[in-house]
């Protein structure tokens, strides 16, 4: 039997009529959710992220602003918007899309951004919080990737779960977060052996790897829940996964698609995690709770 598909952008558009009554509520207090997102280049696949995150904080009542900077801009510049951003009662959420030019130190301007505007979930506060089980903000693939999980009801406590990948957007704290549900859960990677004896173990496989069809049918375990998070393209330019999709759906029980998966889930939770931001700033000044930890 074919497994059941996860379909992303259908739980994305539920997860965002959810967010509007949250978002009036902010508004009847005067309050309307911001998000600064800043592009450094012109890399035509950031663009397009960029602007599909625009169009989804307007659909939802979300203010975006948008600064797209060109591509020779200074270390020093791009510090010095993301500090006024910091300092910006308006600006909920700061965004910056990666990958930036090579001349910037990304860690070191993700590290900037104040934790508490941090929604992409990428500062070493909120890593942190994330690792000892009570995170601030989830980083925002991986949140999306739980609750997929949730909505095809996962039984996660006492699973065996397999993350292929282990970069600091993705694989890390996915490893966190299915830990935190009571998953066992196990981190395979480039130089992982006898891969195939691992993830066949596995009753969840999270791919994050970033290859084309890395994982094949022989690879999963009969009735497995199977999360693809690759991003990569065909040689006619189509978008793919890590994930044999064809084949591994006819193993196993559920599974996720490249596109409409994982993509419109981790823009959604972008959304989620400026509306929570935003609804601090305003419980703030009463309770005196929130300031940065930075």
Do not use: W
């Not at 900077?69 to 990666?98: F, K, W, Y």
């Not at 006619?236 to 006819?250: M, N, P, Q, T, Y």
């Amino acid at each position: 039997m074919a497994a059941t598909i996860i379909d992303g952008k259908a739980l994305a558009a539920q997860l965002r009529a959810e967010l509007k009554p949250r978002i009036a509520a902010l508004a009847a207090r005067g309050k309307q959710p911001g998000l600064a997102v800043i592009l450094v280049g012109d890399d035509p696949a950031s663009a397009v992220y960029v602007r599909n995150k625009i169009k989804a904080c307007e659909e939802v009542g979300i203010r975006s602003l948008y600064d797209r900077l060109p591509a020779d801009t200074g270390e020093a510049t791009l510090l010095a918007r993301v500090q006024a951003l910091n300092a910006d009662p308006a600006v909920h959420g700061i965004l910056i899309q990666l990958p930036l030019p090579a001349h910037l130190d990304a860690q070191r301007i993700l590290d900037t951004i104040a934790f508490d505007k941090d929604v992409d979930g990428l500062h070493p506060t909120n890593a942190g919080l994330t690792m000892m089980g009570r995170p601030h903000f989830r980083s925002c693939t991986p949140y999306g990737v739980m609750k997929m999980l949730e909505s095809v009801g996962a039984k996660l406590e006492g699973s065996h779960a397999v993350v292929l990948g282990r970069s600091n957007m993705v694989g890390k704290p996915m490893a966190m977060l299915l830990l935190a549900a009571n998953a066992t859960v196990t981190i395979a990677h480039s130089r992982t052996r006898a891969l195939v004896s691992i993830t066949r173990q596995a009753d969840v496989l999270v791919a994050a790897v970033g290859k084309r069809n890395l994982v094949t049918a022989d690879m999963v375990k009969p009735g497995a829940i199977v999360i693809d998070v690759g991003t990569n393209r065909t040689p006619a330019g189509k978008l793919a996964g890590d994930v044999d999709f064809d084949a591994v759906k006819e193993v196993a029980g559920a599974i996720s698609p490249v596109p409409g998966g994982v993509g419109p889930m981790t823009i959604t939770m972008l959304l989620v995690n400026t509306v929570q931001a935003a609804e601090r700033a305003v419980e703030r000044p009463a309770s005196g709770a929130g300031r940065s930890r930075r």
